[in-house]
């Protein structure tokens, strides 16, 4: 009996989601309009809308600790 099951471990689960609103993304790796983000020596990925609230942020030069 031949399986033919591909299903690579992924410890994050597969797809990639929104580490603000929970979007998943379309594709693995997320898109370039995806924003990652190391906290806390994890790895966080933000949607493109996240991602230019958090430009908008980080140009206020508002603490990273309010997103
Ligand atoms: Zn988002």
């Given at each position: 009996m031949d399986e033919e099951t591909?299903?690579?471990?992924?410890?994050?689960g597969g797809h990639v989601a929104c580490a603000r609103c929970g979007t998943v993304a379309d594709s693995d790796p997320p898109p370039p309009t995806?924003?990652?983000?190391?906290?806390?020596?994890g790895r966080e990925y933000f949607c493109e809308d996240c991602a230019r609230t958090h430009i908008r942020a980080i140009e206020s030069r508002l603490d990273s600790a309010w997103w």
């Open positions: 591909q299903h690579p471990a992924d410890p994050a995806w924003l990652c983000s190391m906290e806390n020596g």
